[in-house]
Structure formats: structure tokens, C-alpha cells
């Protein structure tokens, strides 16, 4: 049951560099999203997409790209990494069907120095 | 928009003590209802869910009911454990294809 995947897990990146973060799903979830996680700041939505070749924006968009190539699989971006982007982002699929239950994945710890 | 508030903590509980976490909503219609928990270094997982009104969702020895007349969807365990510990966040859907609402997280320690 791998359910929401994403990697890497940890990464440390210098200032201007660029990454990208993967997730995957095997649930066959049309609705992915990508969410950040600050202390004191709860959950804050940065994209999402809701179906193959879809993306829109969230919350916090600025600074970051995503991509929906395939249904399984929503990647998210960082261009230019600035330190304000040190964050803990998760990857989330949704049911489509009512009552509409978020998965999570394990998070991905990302530090810009 | 529709929002979640729930009470931010911390909390610090002994062991077998009785919690109450409170969550109110304010939502068009009557949406279903979460409430995800996330321990230590992990994400966030589905702890238990009400779909209707006066619902009742249960799970691990917590429960919350979905209370319409006052908007609340409060947590509640009778007696709590150190494995407990943990961050809860209560959630509603938002209308359209966008995800659910957020309240900012209430972090749990339980202290044996």
C-alpha cells in the first residue's frame, strides 16, 4: 500500500538553486495537491491540480512551478530557491467520491542556506 | 470563504486525562467533516470524518460529532496516552475542485 509517495525526503539547497520535488500516487486520484508547513502557520496550499494536464494556483504560488504529466504524478518546482522557502511541503490525492478524504505523503524537509 | 477555528494549543494533558480540542466552521450547507492527526516527522493522516449532521465520526478511541446548531465539531478521548501526542487539524472541504480547509493545528503532548 504505497498510497502517496514523495521524494527526496531531505534536501539542503543553496540560494538560486533549483529542484524539483515528485510526487506520486497510486490510487488513481484525479485531484493532487501540493501544500508547505511553517511553524505557527498551519497548512497553506501552494498548487494543486485537478485532473491530467491541469495545474491553478493556490494560497502561496509565488516562487514555485508544477507540472501534472500524468495522473499519477504531480511535480513541484522551485526555480530559484530563496531561504524564505525553507519548509516542510506535502503532497496530498484526494477521493472522488463524497466525503472527499485527503492522503497524505510523508513530507519532504527542504532547507535553503 | 468557508474557514475552520479551532483552538491552537499547545496542550499538555497527563496521561489519562480527558481531552476536548475545540473546532467551529463557518461553511455553506452542510459539508462533511475531519480530523486529520500528524505525529512526529510523519504527514498528515485521516483520524475520523462526519458526513452529515449530528453524525458521530469515531476512531482509536476519539470521537467528535458534528453539531450543526452550534457549527462545532469538537475532539474528544476520554483518556489519553503518551502515543497520543501529536498535532490535530480540523478540516472541511472548500466548495469547487479546491481541497480542504485547514484550522492551524493544535499540538498535543501527553506527558506520562
Known amino acids: 500500500n504505497a498510497g502517496v509517495t514523495q521524494t527526496p525526503k531531505f534536501r539542503v539547497l543553496k540560494t538560486g538553486q533549483s529542484m524539483t520535488l515528485l510526487c506520486a500516487q497510486d490510487m488513481n486520484h484525479e485531484y493532487m495537491y501540493w501544500y508547505r508547513q511553517d511553524p505557527g502557520m498551519g497548512l497553506r496550499l501552494i498548487h494543486y491540480s485537478v485532473g491530467e494536464g491541469t495545474t491553478a494556483k493556490g494560497e502561496v504560488p509565488d516562487g514555485y512551478n508544477v507540472s501534472r504529466l500524468k495522473k499519477q504524478n504531480f511535480l513541484l518546482g522551485l526555480e530559484s530557491a530563496a531561504p524564505s522557502q525553507t519548509s516542510v511541503y506535502f503532497c496530498?490525492?484526494?477521493?472522488?467520491?463524497?466525503?472527499?478524504?485527503?492522503?497524505f505523503g510523508e513530507g519532504s524537509w527542504l532547507t535553503v542556506v | 470563504g468557508d474557514s475552520v477555528t479551532q483552538m491552537e494549543g499547545p496542550v499538555t494533558l497527563s496521561e489519562e486525562a480527558f481531552l476536548t480540542i475545540n473546532c467551529t466552521y463557518t461553511?455553506?450547507?452542510?459539508?462533511?467533516l475531519f480530523w486529520y492527526v500528524q505525529y512526529p516527522g510523519e504527514g498528515l493522516q485521516l483520524l475520523l470524518k462526519a458526513t452529515k449532521a449530528d453524525d458521530k465520526g469515531s476512531n482509536k478511541g476519539f470521537e467528535a460529532t458534528y453539531r450543526k446548531e452550534t457549527t462545532s465539531f469538537h475532539l474528544e478521548k476520554g483518556s489519553v496516552q503518551v502515543s497520543d501526542s501529536a498535532v490535530y487539524f480540523c478540516a472541511l472541504p472548500n466548495s469547487g475542485n479546491t481541497p480542504l480547509v485547514f484550522g492551524k493545528g493544535t499540538r498535543l503532548s501527553v506527558i506520562a
Open positions: 496530498a490525492s484526494r477521493e472522488d467520491t463524497p466525503g472527499n478524504t485527503i492522503y
Open positions: 461553511a455553506t450547507g452542510y459539508p462533511s
